[in-house]
């Protein structure tokens, strides 16, 4: 069965460094989304992106971040200066219809130090 | 605006027990509801999804779910549950015109005893 894959899996970066987290959706699906789940809180919704580009962010998704979609498979998101509130598990997801479920990668978790 | 709440942080069962836990959501239209769950250092895993019509919906490993919109709830149901079944459940409302994006709830952490 196709997955989202993500890398790393584990990233430590210095308060106020950029840091970039990849995603790989599963290859014909059309909408793509970045969630994020900061330690024993829930899953909070950052940002969709179709048709290259966003349709909808949430009050996290502040100037420090940015997606794109580099190539026909990449999906990264960007974090511009970290700060130590950062520190989450971060999730990729994506679908095919906005309405279909979602499918997630098993994450990345960010350390800021 | 949109809200789920799952009330339960944590539950225990005894394996072989019966499992619900119970979801509850906000959401001024027909809700496109889901269930995921998440093992340790792992993703989301969709274990049931609810769009319409039939409102009783069978996921994988034996799980079911009843949307009652009378009650707004969508509880997450299981006659049996095994040892593997320890994972955190969470509770998920898709918001169709806001580019699909999930709600989610709190979680609810199942604790499975022998």
């Known amino acids: 069965e196709p997955e989202v894959t993500q890398t790393p899996s584990h990233q430590v970066t210095q308060m106020g460094q950029e840091v970039i987290l990849r995603c790989v959706p599963i290859?014909?699906?059309?909408?793509f989304y970045w969630y994020r789940q900061i330690l024993g809180q829930k899953v909070e919704f950052l940002v969709s992106?179709?048709?290259?580009?966003?349709?909808?962010k949430s009050e996290i998704f502040d100037d420090q971040f940015s997606v794109e979609r580099p190539d026909g498979s990449n999906f990264t998101l960007k974090i511009r200066s970290t700060k130590l509130e950062d520190s989450a598990m971060y999730f990729c997801?994506?679908?095919?219809?906005?309405?279909?479920?979602?499918?997630f990668g098993d994450g990345t978790r960010l350390s800021i130090l | 605006a949109q809200s789920v709440t799952q009330p339960d942080i944590h539950i225990t069962v005894s394996e072989g027990a019966s499992l619900e836990l119970r979801c509850n959501y906000s959401?001024?239209?027909?809700?496109?509801l889901f269930w995921y769950v998440q093992s340790p250092g792992q993703g989301l895993q969709l274990l049931l999804k609810?769009?319409?019509?039939?409102?009783l919906v069978q996921g994988i490993k034996g799980f079911e779910a009843e949307f009652k919109r009378s009650q707004s709830s969508f509880n997450l149901r299981k006659p049996s549950v095994h040892w593997s079944d320890a994972a955190e459940y969470f509770c998920?409302?898709?918001?169709?015109?806001?580019?699909?994006?999930?709600?989610f709830g709190q979680g609810t952490e199942l604790s499975v005893k022998p």
């Open positions: 997801a994506s679908c095919e219809e906005a309405h279909q479920p979602q499918h």
């Open positions: 290859s014909n699906h059309l909408y």
């Open positions: 992106f179709y048709n290259n580009e966003i349709s909808e």
């Open positions: 959401y001024g239209a027909t809700p496109y």
């Open positions: 609810y769009f319409s019509g039939d409102t």
């Open positions: 998920a409302v898709g918001v169709y015109n806001q580019g699909g994006k999930l709600i």
